[in-house]
Protein backbone atom coordinates (compact mmCIF):
# COMPACT_ATOMS: atom_id res chain seq x y z
CA UNK A 1 0.00 0.00 0.00
CA UNK A 2 2.95 2.27 0.82
CA UNK A 3 4.37 1.77 -2.71
CA UNK A 4 1.23 2.53 -4.27
CA UNK A 5 0.09 5.59 -1.62
CA UNK A 6 3.83 7.01 -3.02
CA UNK A 7 2.58 7.14 -6.71
CA UNK A 8 -0.14 8.67 -5.68
CA UNK A 9 1.16 11.45 -3.43
CA UNK A 10 3.60 12.06 -6.57
CA UNK A 11 1.35 12.47 -9.00
CA UNK A 12 -1.04 14.84 -6.82
CA UNK A 13 1.83 16.97 -6.25
CA UNK A 14 2.78 16.89 -9.76
CA UNK A 15 -0.57 17.98 -10.57
CA UNK A 16 -0.46 20.93 -7.47
CA UNK A 17 3.30 22.36 -8.82
CA UNK A 18 1.51 22.25 -12.65
CA UNK A 19 -2.05 23.24 -12.69
CA UNK A 20 -0.70 26.39 -10.03
CA UNK A 21 1.57 27.75 -12.92
CA UNK A 22 -1.68 27.26 -15.30
CA UNK A 23 -4.24 28.10 -13.53
CA UNK A 24 -2.60 31.71 -12.32
CA UNK A 25 -1.51 32.14 -15.87
CA UNK A 26 -5.15 31.83 -17.18
CA UNK A 27 -6.86 34.13 -14.72
CA UNK A 28 -4.24 36.86 -16.02
CA UNK A 29 -4.26 36.69 -19.98
CA UNK A 30 -6.64 38.90 -20.64
CA UNK A 31 -5.49 41.30 -18.44
CA UNK A 32 -2.13 40.65 -18.46
CA UNK A 33 -1.66 39.99 -22.46
CA UNK A 34 -4.82 42.50 -23.19
CA UNK A 35 -3.03 44.23 -26.67
CA UNK A 36 -4.98 43.42 -29.38
CA UNK A 37 -6.99 40.70 -27.29
CA UNK A 38 -4.01 38.32 -27.64
CA UNK A 39 -4.81 36.87 -24.49
CA UNK A 40 -8.15 35.47 -24.73
CA UNK A 41 -7.20 34.69 -28.13
CA UNK A 42 -4.55 32.04 -26.91
CA UNK A 43 -7.18 30.91 -25.02
CA UNK A 44 -9.59 30.29 -27.37
CA UNK A 45 -6.79 28.85 -29.51
CA UNK A 46 -5.72 26.07 -26.64
CA UNK A 47 -9.39 24.79 -25.98
CA UNK A 48 -9.50 23.99 -29.86
CA UNK A 49 -6.15 22.36 -29.48
CA UNK A 50 -7.65 20.58 -26.37
CA UNK A 51 -10.21 19.08 -28.69
CA UNK A 52 -8.48 17.74 -31.18
CA UNK A 53 -6.12 16.38 -28.45
CA UNK A 54 -8.98 14.65 -26.40
CA UNK A 55 -10.22 12.82 -30.35
CA UNK A 56 -7.37 10.89 -30.91
CA UNK A 57 -4.01 11.92 -29.11
CA UNK A 58 -4.72 9.84 -25.61
CA UNK A 59 -4.91 5.95 -26.80
CA UNK A 60 -1.52 6.51 -29.16
CA UNK A 61 0.62 8.33 -26.71
CA UNK A 62 0.25 5.76 -23.41
CA UNK A 63 0.48 3.16 -25.76
CA UNK A 64 3.60 3.95 -27.13
CA UNK A 65 5.47 5.93 -24.25
CA UNK A 66 3.34 4.44 -21.19
CA UNK A 67 1.30 6.35 -18.04
CA UNK A 68 4.46 7.88 -16.60
CA UNK A 69 6.17 9.32 -20.28
CA UNK A 70 2.82 10.28 -21.29
CA UNK A 71 2.50 12.83 -17.69
CA UNK A 72 5.66 14.19 -17.83
CA UNK A 73 6.16 14.84 -21.90
CA UNK A 74 2.73 16.83 -21.58
CA UNK A 75 3.95 18.52 -18.38
CA UNK A 76 6.55 19.86 -20.13
CA UNK A 77 3.80 21.49 -22.76
CA UNK A 78 2.22 23.30 -20.18
CA UNK A 79 5.71 24.59 -19.26
CA UNK A 80 6.33 26.02 -22.98
CA UNK A 81 2.91 28.16 -22.85
CA UNK A 82 4.77 29.94 -19.41
CA UNK A 83 7.96 30.15 -21.39
CA UNK A 84 5.34 31.89 -24.24
CA UNK A 85 4.01 34.15 -21.75
CA UNK A 86 7.91 35.76 -21.28
CA UNK A 87 7.83 37.43 -24.62
CA UNK A 88 3.81 37.48 -25.41
CA UNK A 89 3.30 38.10 -29.02
CA UNK A 90 0.89 36.40 -31.85
CA UNK A 91 4.44 34.48 -32.63
CA UNK A 92 4.90 33.09 -29.16
CA UNK A 93 1.82 32.33 -27.71
CA UNK A 94 -0.08 31.19 -30.35
CA UNK A 95 2.52 28.21 -30.64
CA UNK A 96 2.57 27.44 -27.59
CA UNK A 97 -0.94 27.64 -26.72
CA UNK A 98 -1.59 24.51 -29.27
CA UNK A 99 1.19 22.89 -28.04
CA UNK A 100 -0.20 22.80 -24.05
CA UNK A 101 -3.81 22.55 -25.64
CA UNK A 102 -2.45 19.28 -27.22
CA UNK A 103 -0.59 17.99 -23.96
CA UNK A 104 -3.85 18.41 -21.98
CA UNK A 105 -5.83 15.59 -22.84
CA UNK A 106 -2.52 13.04 -22.59
CA UNK A 107 -1.72 14.67 -19.83
CA UNK A 108 -5.53 13.89 -17.78
CA UNK A 109 -5.93 10.25 -19.63
CA UNK A 110 -2.26 9.07 -18.39
CA UNK A 111 -2.87 10.55 -15.01
CA UNK A 112 -6.20 8.61 -14.72
CA UNK A 113 -5.07 5.13 -16.44
CA UNK A 114 -2.24 5.22 -13.88
CA UNK A 115 -4.30 5.61 -10.78
CA UNK A 116 -6.64 3.25 -12.15
CA UNK A 117 -4.05 0.59 -12.89
CA UNK A 118 -2.53 1.80 -9.58
CA UNK A 119 -5.56 1.05 -7.51
CA UNK A 120 -6.79 -2.10 -9.45
CA UNK A 121 -3.47 -3.86 -8.38
CA UNK A 122 -3.72 -3.29 -5.00
CA UNK A 123 -7.33 -4.10 -4.59
CA UNK A 124 -5.95 -7.61 -6.06
CA UNK A 125 -3.11 -8.37 -4.25
CA UNK A 126 -5.12 -7.17 -0.91
CA UNK A 127 -8.64 -8.76 -1.75
CA UNK A 128 -10.77 -5.97 -1.85
CA UNK A 129 -12.83 -3.94 -3.98
CA UNK A 130 -10.83 -1.92 -6.77
CA UNK A 131 -13.59 0.50 -7.39
CA UNK A 132 -13.20 1.16 -3.58
CA UNK A 133 -9.83 1.38 -3.77
CA UNK A 134 -9.49 3.41 -7.09
CA UNK A 135 -12.16 6.43 -5.59
CA UNK A 136 -10.03 6.48 -2.76
CA UNK A 137 -6.95 7.35 -4.81
CA UNK A 138 -8.74 9.53 -7.01
CA UNK A 139 -10.32 11.22 -3.60
CA UNK A 140 -6.98 11.69 -2.17
CA UNK A 141 -5.92 13.51 -5.79
CA UNK A 142 -8.73 15.72 -5.80
CA UNK A 143 -7.94 16.70 -2.35
CA UNK A 144 -4.49 17.72 -3.08
CA UNK A 145 -5.00 18.83 -6.68
CA UNK A 146 -8.35 21.28 -6.06
CA UNK A 147 -5.88 23.56 -3.81
CA UNK A 148 -3.82 24.54 -7.13
CA UNK A 149 -7.00 27.57 -8.00
CA UNK A 150 -5.89 29.01 -4.51
CA UNK A 151 -1.99 29.17 -4.68
CA UNK A 152 -1.76 30.30 -8.23
CA UNK A 153 -3.36 33.09 -7.75
CA UNK A 154 -1.97 33.91 -4.33
CA UNK A 155 1.44 33.73 -5.77
CA UNK A 156 -0.05 36.47 -9.01
CA UNK A 157 -1.34 38.75 -6.49
CA UNK A 158 1.38 38.95 -3.84
CA UNK A 159 4.26 39.38 -6.48
CA UNK A 160 1.80 42.15 -8.86
CA UNK A 161 0.86 43.87 -5.54
CA UNK A 162 4.69 44.91 -4.91
CA UNK A 163 4.16 47.45 -8.24
CA UNK A 164 4.78 50.97 -7.59
CA UNK A 165 3.20 52.04 -10.72
CA UNK A 166 -0.25 51.87 -9.56
CA UNK A 167 -1.96 54.37 -10.69
CA UNK A 168 -5.18 56.82 -9.06
CA UNK A 169 -7.97 55.91 -11.15
CA UNK A 170 -10.47 59.24 -12.46
CA UNK A 171 -13.74 58.62 -12.31
CA UNK A 172 -13.76 59.10 -16.06
CA UNK A 173 -11.61 56.28 -16.57
CA UNK A 174 -13.99 53.99 -14.30
CA UNK A 175 -16.81 54.61 -16.91
CA UNK A 176 -15.02 52.68 -19.05
CA UNK A 177 -15.46 49.73 -16.39
CA UNK A 178 -18.16 47.33 -15.97
CA UNK A 179 -20.83 46.10 -18.14
CA UNK A 180 -20.92 49.24 -20.96
CA UNK A 181 -16.91 48.53 -21.45
CA UNK A 182 -15.42 50.73 -23.73
CA UNK A 183 -13.61 48.47 -26.62
CA UNK A 184 -10.25 49.98 -26.01
CA UNK A 185 -7.79 48.51 -23.89
CA UNK A 186 -8.24 50.69 -20.91
CA UNK A 187 -6.78 48.31 -18.71
CA UNK A 188 -3.34 49.74 -19.73
CA UNK A 189 -4.18 53.26 -19.55
CA UNK A 190 -6.07 53.39 -16.20
CA UNK A 191 -5.40 52.52 -12.42
CA UNK A 192 -4.77 48.75 -13.12
CA UNK A 193 -1.61 49.67 -15.28
CA UNK A 194 0.74 46.95 -16.56
CA UNK A 195 3.03 46.12 -13.76
CA UNK A 196 6.54 46.20 -14.69
CA UNK A 197 8.50 43.72 -16.83
CA UNK A 198 10.77 43.03 -13.42
CA UNK A 199 7.37 41.80 -11.58
CA UNK A 200 6.21 40.07 -14.60
CA UNK A 201 9.02 37.98 -15.47
CA UNK A 202 9.52 37.51 -11.23
CA UNK A 203 5.83 35.88 -11.73
CA UNK A 204 6.32 33.84 -14.76
CA UNK A 205 9.75 32.26 -13.21
CA UNK A 206 8.17 31.22 -10.05
CA UNK A 207 5.37 29.27 -12.49
CA UNK A 208 7.71 28.38 -14.45
CA UNK A 209 9.80 26.87 -11.61
CA UNK A 210 6.91 25.20 -10.54
CA UNK A 211 6.15 23.50 -13.47
CA UNK A 212 9.62 21.97 -13.88
CA UNK A 213 9.54 20.76 -10.41
CA UNK A 214 6.34 18.95 -11.25
CA UNK A 215 8.22 17.17 -14.49
CA UNK A 216 11.26 16.53 -11.90
CA UNK A 217 9.05 15.12 -9.27
CA UNK A 218 7.51 12.79 -11.91
CA UNK A 219 10.43 11.66 -13.29
CA UNK A 220 12.40 10.95 -10.30
CA UNK A 221 9.85 9.63 -8.21
CA UNK A 222 7.10 7.97 -9.94
CA UNK A 223 7.32 4.55 -10.64
CA UNK A 224 6.99 2.90 -13.80
CA UNK A 225 3.70 0.66 -14.66
CA UNK A 226 4.62 -2.75 -14.86
CA UNK A 227 4.91 -4.58 -17.62
CA UNK A 228 2.07 -7.43 -16.93
CA UNK A 229 -0.44 -4.70 -16.13
CA UNK A 230 0.76 -2.02 -18.52
CA UNK A 231 0.23 -4.24 -21.18
CA UNK A 232 -3.37 -5.12 -19.63
CA UNK A 233 -4.06 -1.44 -20.00
CA UNK A 234 -2.77 -1.21 -23.37
CA UNK A 235 -5.11 -3.56 -24.65
CA UNK A 236 -7.80 -2.09 -23.56
CA UNK A 237 -6.06 1.24 -25.21
CA UNK A 238 -6.32 -0.73 -28.53
CA UNK A 239 -9.68 -2.44 -28.36
CA UNK A 240 -11.32 1.00 -29.84
CA UNK A 241 -9.82 2.23 -33.29
CA UNK A 242 -9.47 6.53 -33.46
CA UNK A 243 -12.08 5.76 -36.38
CA UNK A 244 -14.34 4.37 -34.10
CA UNK A 245 -14.16 6.02 -31.22
CA UNK A 246 -14.42 8.98 -33.17
CA UNK A 247 -17.61 7.99 -34.95
CA UNK A 248 -19.14 6.79 -32.12
CA UNK A 249 -18.83 10.18 -30.28
CA UNK A 250 -21.08 11.68 -32.92
CA UNK A 251 -22.98 8.50 -33.28
CA UNK A 252 -24.20 9.25 -30.12
CA UNK A 253 -25.75 12.95 -31.15
CA UNK A 254 -28.31 10.46 -32.31
CA UNK A 255 -30.11 10.06 -28.86
CA UNK A 256 -32.48 12.48 -28.31
CA UNK A 257 -31.40 13.66 -24.93
CA UNK A 258 -27.64 13.90 -25.83
CA UNK A 259 -28.88 16.63 -28.28
CA UNK A 260 -30.83 18.44 -25.24
CA UNK A 261 -28.40 18.42 -23.18
CA UNK A 262 -25.70 20.76 -25.73
CA UNK A 263 -26.85 23.44 -24.45
CA UNK A 264 -25.85 23.08 -21.02
CA UNK A 265 -23.09 21.60 -21.51
CA UNK A 266 -21.82 24.70 -23.86
CA UNK A 267 -23.47 27.13 -20.84
CA UNK A 268 -20.58 25.39 -18.65
CA UNK A 269 -17.40 26.83 -21.29
CA UNK A 270 -19.45 30.26 -21.14
CA UNK A 271 -19.44 30.85 -18.17
CA UNK A 272 -16.18 29.43 -17.17
CA UNK A 273 -14.73 31.32 -19.76
CA UNK A 274 -16.68 34.62 -19.06
CA UNK A 275 -15.66 34.77 -15.43
CA UNK A 276 -12.00 34.25 -15.92
CA UNK A 277 -12.07 36.16 -19.65
CA UNK A 278 -14.30 38.88 -19.06
CA UNK A 279 -14.85 39.44 -15.21
CA UNK A 280 -10.97 39.41 -14.52
CA UNK A 281 -10.67 42.06 -17.07
CA UNK A 282 -13.40 44.84 -17.42
CA UNK A 283 -14.14 44.58 -14.05
CA UNK A 284 -11.80 43.66 -11.46
CA UNK A 285 -8.35 44.71 -13.18
CA UNK A 286 -10.45 47.80 -14.86
CA UNK A 287 -11.69 49.26 -11.59
CA UNK A 288 -8.96 47.72 -8.73
CA UNK A 289 -5.88 47.07 -10.62
CA UNK A 290 -4.50 43.50 -11.84
CA UNK A 291 -3.12 42.56 -8.66
CA UNK A 292 -6.50 41.67 -7.49
CA UNK A 293 -7.45 39.38 -9.68
CA UNK A 294 -5.91 36.85 -7.88
CA UNK A 295 -7.58 37.54 -4.63
CA UNK A 296 -10.81 37.76 -6.55
CA UNK A 297 -10.21 34.03 -8.36
CA UNK A 298 -9.36 32.05 -5.06
CA UNK A 299 -12.66 33.42 -3.59
CA UNK A 300 -13.81 31.62 -6.68
CA UNK A 301 -11.76 28.57 -6.19
CA UNK A 302 -12.57 27.98 -2.34
CA UNK A 303 -16.47 28.66 -2.97
CA UNK A 304 -16.25 26.17 -5.95
CA UNK A 305 -14.30 23.66 -3.81
CA UNK A 306 -16.61 23.45 -0.62
CA UNK A 307 -19.67 23.69 -2.76
CA UNK A 308 -18.59 20.76 -4.63
CA UNK A 309 -18.13 18.65 -1.82
CA UNK A 310 -21.08 19.87 0.13
CA UNK A 311 -23.70 19.10 -3.16
CA UNK A 312 -21.86 16.30 -3.57
CA UNK A 313 -23.02 15.01 0.44
CA UNK A 314 -26.70 16.77 0.09
CA UNK A 315 -27.66 15.54 -3.29
CA UNK A 316 -29.17 12.69 -2.52
CA UNK A 317 -31.53 14.32 -0.35
CA UNK A 318 -32.22 17.12 -2.48
CA UNK A 319 -32.41 15.84 -5.60
CA UNK A 320 -30.65 17.23 -8.77
CA UNK A 321 -33.68 19.27 -10.29
CA UNK A 322 -33.53 21.96 -6.67
CA UNK A 323 -29.72 21.90 -7.27
CA UNK A 324 -29.98 22.95 -10.88
CA UNK A 325 -32.99 25.50 -9.61
CA UNK A 326 -30.40 27.26 -7.27
CA UNK A 327 -27.59 27.53 -9.97
CA UNK A 328 -30.05 29.02 -12.43
CA UNK A 329 -31.60 31.47 -9.80
CA UNK A 330 -27.73 32.37 -8.52
CA UNK A 331 -26.31 32.54 -11.69
CA UNK A 332 -28.95 34.80 -13.15
CA UNK A 333 -29.40 37.25 -10.52
CA UNK A 334 -25.46 37.45 -10.87
CA UNK A 335 -26.03 38.03 -14.83
CA UNK A 336 -28.59 41.08 -13.97
CA UNK A 337 -26.49 42.68 -11.06
CA UNK A 338 -23.49 42.70 -13.20
CA UNK A 339 -25.38 44.34 -16.30
CA UNK A 340 -26.76 47.34 -13.49
CA UNK A 341 -23.53 47.37 -11.17
CA UNK A 342 -21.11 50.34 -12.00
CA UNK A 343 -17.44 48.82 -10.73
CA UNK A 344 -15.88 51.62 -8.37
CA UNK A 345 -13.21 51.00 -5.50
CA UNK A 346 -15.16 51.86 -2.65
CA UNK A 347 -17.04 48.88 -3.26
CA UNK A 348 -14.19 46.33 -2.73
CA UNK A 349 -16.46 43.63 -1.13
CA UNK A 350 -18.59 43.37 -3.99
CA UNK A 351 -15.79 42.64 -6.03
CA UNK A 352 -15.63 39.32 -4.10
CA UNK A 353 -18.92 39.08 -4.09
CA UNK A 354 -20.14 37.96 -7.56
CA UNK A 355 -17.00 35.36 -7.92
CA UNK A 356 -18.57 33.54 -4.51
CA UNK A 357 -21.74 32.93 -5.78
CA UNK A 358 -20.94 32.22 -9.38
CA UNK A 359 -18.23 29.58 -7.56
CA UNK A 360 -20.94 28.57 -5.99
CA UNK A 361 -22.84 28.11 -9.24
CA UNK A 362 -20.14 26.45 -11.06
CA UNK A 363 -19.96 23.34 -8.39
CA UNK A 364 -23.27 22.81 -9.91
CA UNK A 365 -23.09 22.73 -13.34
CA UNK A 366 -20.08 20.33 -12.69
CA UNK A 367 -20.54 17.73 -10.50
CA UNK A 368 -24.78 17.63 -11.88
CA UNK A 369 -23.87 18.04 -15.51
CA UNK A 370 -21.16 15.29 -15.22
CA UNK A 371 -23.50 13.01 -12.84
CA UNK A 372 -26.53 13.16 -15.36
CA UNK A 373 -24.20 12.15 -18.27
CA UNK A 374 -23.33 9.67 -16.15
CA UNK A 375 -26.40 8.10 -15.02
CA UNK A 376 -28.16 8.66 -18.54
CA UNK A 377 -25.73 6.96 -20.95
CA UNK A 378 -24.59 4.57 -18.37
CA UNK A 379 -24.05 1.88 -21.43
CA UNK A 380 -22.59 4.53 -23.52
CA UNK A 381 -19.92 6.62 -20.79
CA UNK A 382 -16.97 6.90 -23.44
CA UNK A 383 -19.48 8.40 -26.00
CA UNK A 384 -21.47 10.53 -24.14
CA UNK A 385 -18.17 12.05 -22.13
CA UNK A 386 -16.18 12.20 -24.61
CA UNK A 387 -19.24 14.77 -26.49
CA UNK A 388 -18.97 16.37 -23.31
CA UNK A 389 -15.55 17.03 -23.59
CA UNK A 390 -16.41 18.29 -26.98
CA UNK A 391 -19.16 21.10 -26.15
CA UNK A 392 -17.81 22.11 -23.03
CA UNK A 393 -14.59 23.12 -25.15
CA UNK A 394 -16.47 24.59 -27.75
CA UNK A 395 -17.87 26.67 -25.30
CA UNK A 396 -14.88 27.95 -24.23
CA UNK A 397 -13.22 28.57 -27.75
CA UNK A 398 -16.34 30.44 -28.42
CA UNK A 399 -16.36 32.54 -24.93
CA UNK A 400 -12.87 33.48 -25.56
CA UNK A 401 -13.27 34.00 -29.28
CA UNK A 402 -15.58 36.80 -28.66
CA UNK A 403 -14.42 38.04 -25.63
CA UNK A 404 -12.62 41.01 -27.64
CA UNK A 405 -15.17 41.93 -30.04
CA UNK A 406 -17.81 42.29 -28.21
CA UNK A 407 -18.94 44.76 -24.89
CA UNK A 408 -19.58 43.01 -21.81
CA UNK A 409 -23.04 43.72 -21.53
CA UNK A 410 -23.64 42.07 -24.78
CA UNK A 411 -21.94 38.92 -23.68
CA UNK A 412 -23.83 38.95 -20.26
CA UNK A 413 -27.11 38.98 -22.34
CA UNK A 414 -25.74 36.10 -24.65
CA UNK A 415 -24.89 34.04 -21.45
CA UNK A 416 -28.17 34.92 -20.25
CA UNK A 417 -29.92 33.68 -23.09
CA UNK A 418 -27.72 30.41 -23.35
CA UNK A 419 -28.69 29.82 -19.66
CA UNK A 420 -32.61 29.83 -20.36
CA UNK A 421 -32.03 27.66 -23.16
CA UNK A 422 -29.84 25.32 -21.18
CA UNK A 423 -32.91 25.10 -18.67
CA UNK A 424 -35.53 24.82 -21.14
CA UNK A 425 -33.61 21.76 -23.07
CA UNK A 426 -32.58 20.22 -19.38
CA UNK A 427 -36.24 20.29 -18.81
CA UNK A 428 -37.12 18.47 -21.42
CA UNK A 429 -34.62 15.85 -20.98
CA UNK A 430 -35.70 15.70 -16.97
CA UNK A 431 -39.62 14.86 -18.97
CA UNK A 432 -38.25 12.50 -21.62
CA UNK A 433 -36.60 10.31 -18.62
CA UNK A 434 -39.69 10.17 -16.01
CA UNK A 435 -42.10 9.51 -19.14
CA UNK A 436 -39.73 6.65 -20.18
CA UNK A 437 -38.92 5.11 -16.54
CA UNK A 438 -42.17 7.00 -13.81
CA UNK A 439 -41.45 6.45 -10.44
CA UNK A 440 -37.78 5.58 -11.00
CA UNK A 441 -35.35 8.38 -9.00
CA UNK A 442 -32.65 9.57 -11.84
CA UNK A 443 -29.76 9.52 -9.76
CA UNK A 444 -28.98 8.21 -6.07
CA UNK A 445 -26.12 9.27 -3.48
CA UNK A 446 -23.78 5.64 -4.75
CA UNK A 447 -24.11 6.87 -8.48
CA UNK A 448 -23.20 10.64 -7.51
CA UNK A 449 -20.05 8.75 -5.93
CA UNK A 450 -18.67 6.61 -7.98
CA UNK A 451 -18.99 9.30 -11.32
CA UNK A 452 -15.97 11.32 -10.47
CA UNK A 453 -13.14 9.41 -11.25
CA UNK A 454 -14.96 8.03 -14.27
CA UNK A 455 -15.99 11.62 -15.48
CA UNK A 456 -12.37 13.27 -15.18
CA UNK A 457 -10.68 10.43 -17.27
CA UNK A 458 -12.93 11.21 -20.60
Not at 263 to 287: I, R
Not at 360 to 372: F, I, K, R
Not at 378 to 398: M, P, T
Not at 406 to 421: M, T
Amino acid sequence: MERNLKNVLVISFGFLLLFTAYGGLQSLQSSLNSEEGLGVASLSVLYAALILSSMFLPPILIKKLGCKWTIAISMCCYIAFSLGNFYASWYTLIPTSVILGLGGAPLWSAKCTYLTIAGSSYAEKAGKNAKDIINQYFGIFFLVFQSSGIWGNLISSLILSQSSTKVEISEEDLECCGAHNCLTDTTNTTGSAKPSNSLIYTLLGVYTASGVLAVLLVIIFLDQIKSDQAETEKEKLEAPSFWSTFLATFRHLKDKRQCLLIPLTMYSGFEQGFLSGDYTKVYVTCALGIQYVGYVMICFAAVNSLCSLLFGKISQFTGRKLLFALATVTNTACIIALLLWKPHPKQLAVFFVFPALWGLSDAVWQTQTNGLYGILFEKHKEAAFANYRLWESLGFVIAFGYSTKLQAYIKLYILLSVLVLSMLTYGAVEYLEAKSSPGTPIATKKENGGLHSQETCL
